[in-house]
Every structure is written in structure tokens, then in C-alpha cells.
């Protein structure tokens, strides 16, 4: 039997005990509230931040929808003939003019990208007539297009668009790649100017890298050079030198020899080489036709960092292509690919 004192101290025990247990379901119920309420917060979070990611996700995918569908409308607009109007026509030498159109239409614009070239179209003497035109400048950003167009006394389409005026309007649908060139690669430079493109002047320089650009044109051969200027000259490339070799018959065949020398004067790592085959009195530049003393002279030699680009008649392209190979460049072909190392447009 237990005794009184032993009695009293067994109650104050167990008195104690549950004392001891009421306090620890106190305290793991303070603690498991806390912790629900952590986790009650924690769920709230992550709720928040899932409804966030989802609502991003979600409008991502709008604008990710909208941009396709633009492009795609952009796309079916492009394969379409589409009648554009001339808002701008400037003669530039006696047989060449620029024609400015607006290419605005509700969708957008026409989309040319760098390299791409338009095909006109327009019912002369009763004959549908296409032919195809480089625009000056990429008109990804704007609502113009220009064509700079040499005319032929006796040509087809040059010489019709040279009878028009300001208002009237024209045929065009594009963009067109290079029909001479095959999987889809374009242009010259195309990874030069995709790399710059993505990572602007980050992209770091490697043993490949462009850092020398030797350029051949003849007469209106400057139209796709023209468009390639316009993206490398002015943006900060890897480009340490820009040199053009530009031939032409007479002094006033040369194009747009007044913008091509403000580009000189305003980047001092581009030069323009004039030759002309009929020069006048007191000519400075060079004469006659294209030499490979010229080429050893003005443009880059054959180095991994260097490419020469050809853009001019067929004679004077072969020729070229003849002569950089002498000089120790890879053997260029007409039908040049993005990546060749002499690029005949
Ligand atoms: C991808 C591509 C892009 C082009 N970009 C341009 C451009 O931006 N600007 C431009 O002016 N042209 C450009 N051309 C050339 C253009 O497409 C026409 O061929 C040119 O305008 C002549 O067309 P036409 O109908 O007037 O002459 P056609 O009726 O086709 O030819 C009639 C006569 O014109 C003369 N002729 C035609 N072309 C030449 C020539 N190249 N050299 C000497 N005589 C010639 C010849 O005597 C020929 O017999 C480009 C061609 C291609 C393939």
C-alpha cells in the first residue's frame, strides 16, 4: 500500500507529468502552427510564383503566337504581288536612278532582310516582265524600299521604270534569297552578321573571326556591296579594314560615289579605290581595267581572318577570281556559298 507522503508525491508527479505534457502539445502545437503557417506561407509562395511563371509562360506564348502569325502574314504578303507605289525617284548618274517606294501595307511591311532582293513586275508592250532588284539598303526595321536601277537603252524592265513617275505604282513582291546560291545561305558574311546580331560587341573574337574584308565591284555590281556596307561599315564588327577596289568605265558611271565617300571619310577603316577604264584629265585614281597588282595593292592577302567579296560582270568577276588565286586565295566559284572565303555575289 502506498503510503500518504508517497501518495501526494505520486499526484504532484503525474500532476507534473501532465503539466509537462499539456505544456509539450503547447509547444508542438505552437510549433506545428508555426510550421503550418510557414507552410501555409511557403504553399502561398510558390502558388504566387507558379501563377506568375504561368502568366508569363502565357504571354509568352501570345507574343510568341503574334510574332508567327505576323510572320506568316508577312510571308504570304511577300509571295504576293503586291503594288507598291514610287515616292521618290533620284537620278543618280545619266543612266541610273534610286526609286523609293512605300511598302507599308496593314500587316506590317515588306520584310527584307540583309541579302535578300525583290522581283519586280509590270506589263510592258503588252509581255508580262519580271526582273529582279537588290534593295540598297535591308529594310527589316523600315517602310521604305529603294532600288537603285541601271538603266539599258534597249533593256526591257530599266528602261520602263525609267518613264515613270513619283505616284505611280509598281509590281514587287520578295524577299528573294540569291537564286545562285543553295541551302539557304544568302549572303556573304551570313555568320559574321548572325553572331554580331545575337551578341552584339560581346562576341568574343577567335582565330576565325572577320577582321579584314577585301571588295571587288563593277559598275552596278555596287548594289548588293551597297547593302552589305550599309550593316558592317557603321556597326562596331570585328572589322579592322574595309578596303573597295570600285571599277567603272567613265567618272559619271561611278554610283553614288558622293555617299560612298562620306562613308570613307566618316570611318576611317573603310577605303574606296576608284578605277576607271576611260578616266578624264587629271585623274588620280587607277586606270584601265582591273589588274592583280591592284588586288596585291588594295586588299587584304589570303590570312583565316580575311575574305574578299566580287560583285560585278561576268568577265570581271572570272577575272578576279583568276587573279586571287594566283595571289593565294582558295579557288572561288560563281556560285559561291556564305562561308567561301572569296564570295562572288
Ligand atoms: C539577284 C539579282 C539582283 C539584281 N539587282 C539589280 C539591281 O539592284 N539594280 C540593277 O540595275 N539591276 C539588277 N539586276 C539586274 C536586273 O534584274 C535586270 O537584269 C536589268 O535591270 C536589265 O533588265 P532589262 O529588262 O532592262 O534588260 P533586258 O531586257 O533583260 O535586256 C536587254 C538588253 O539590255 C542590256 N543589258 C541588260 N542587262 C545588262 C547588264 N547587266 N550589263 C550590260 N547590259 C545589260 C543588254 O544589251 C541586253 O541585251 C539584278 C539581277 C539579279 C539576278
Not at 57 to 81: E, L, T
Not at 165 to 185: A, C, K, L
Not at 263 to 287: C, D, S, T
Request: aromatic share 10%; glycine share 6%; hydrophobic share 35%.
Amino acid at each position: 500500500m502506498t503510503s500518504w507522503p508517497g501518495y501526494i508525491e505520486d499526484q504532484l508527479m503525474s500532476i507534473s507529468n501532465l503539466g509537462l505534457t499539456l505544456r509539450l502539445i503547447l509547444v508542438l502545437t505552437c510549433v506545428s502552427g508555426a510550421y503550418l503557417a510557414r507552410l501555409r506561407f511557403s504553399l502561398m509562395v510558390i502558388t504566387i510564383l507558379f501563377s506568375i511563371a504561368y502568366i508569363l509562360a502565357y504571354f509568352n506564348k501570345i507574343i510568341k503566337c503574334k510574332k508567327m502569325i505576323s510572320a506568316v502574314k508577312r510571308k504570304m504578303h511577300g509571295s504576293k504581288w503586291t503594288q507598291f507605289q514610287i515616292t521618290c525617284i533620284k537620278k543618280i548618274s545619266k543612266d541610273t536612278s534610286i526609286y523609293t517606294f512605300n511598302i507599308q501595307y496593314p500587316e506590317g511591311s515588306l520584310h527584307l532582310p540583309l541579302g535578300h532582293h525583290v522581283q519586280v513586275r509590270a506589263m510592258i508592250h503588252g509581255r508580262q516582265t519580271i526582273r529582279y532588284y537588290t534593295p540598297i539598303f535591308p529594310s527589316e526595321t523600315t517602310k521604305e524600299l529603294q532600288l537603285m536601277v541601271k538603266s539599258y537603252s534597249n533593256g526591257t524592265m530599266s528602261k520602263y521604270l525609267s518613264t515613270l513617275h513619283v505616284g505611280q505604282t509598281v509590281e514587287i513582291r520578295g524577299p528573294f534569297g540569291n537564286p545562285t546560291s543553295d541551302n539557304n545561305q544568302h549572303y556573304p558574311l551570313q555568320k559574321e552578321i548572325e553572331t554580331y546580331r545575337k551578341m552584339g560587341k560581346e562576341s568574343n573574337s577567335n582565330e576565325e573571326t572577320l577582321t579584314q574584308l577585301g571588295i571587288v565591284a563593277g559598275g552596278s555590281g555596287i548594289t548588293p556591296v551597297l547593302q552589305v556596307l550599309h550593316e558592317i561599315v557603321t556597326n562596331p564588327y570585328h572589322l579592322e579594314n574595309i578596303s573597295l577596289i570600285y571599277a567603272n568605265e567613265t567618272v559619271d558611271d561611278i554610283l553614288l560615289k558622293n555617299e560612298l565617300d562620306e562613308m570613307a571619310k566618316k570611318h576611317p577603316h573603310f577605303q574606296i579605290h576608284y578605277v576607271l577604264h576611260h578616266p578624264p584629265k587629271g585623274w588620280k585614281g587607277e586606270r584601265g581595267y582591273i589588274t592583280k597588282r591592284m588586288l596585291q595593292k588594295y586588299l587584304p592577302r589570303y590570312n583565316k581572318q580575311h575574305k574578299l567579296l566580287v560583285c560585278g560582270p561576268l568577265e570581271m568577276d572570272e577575272l578576279v577570281l583568276r587573279y586571287s588565286k594566283e595571289l593565294g586565295w582558295n579557288k572561288g566559284f560563281q556560285k559561291s556559298r556564305s562561308n567561301d572565303k572569296v564570295f562572288v555575289f
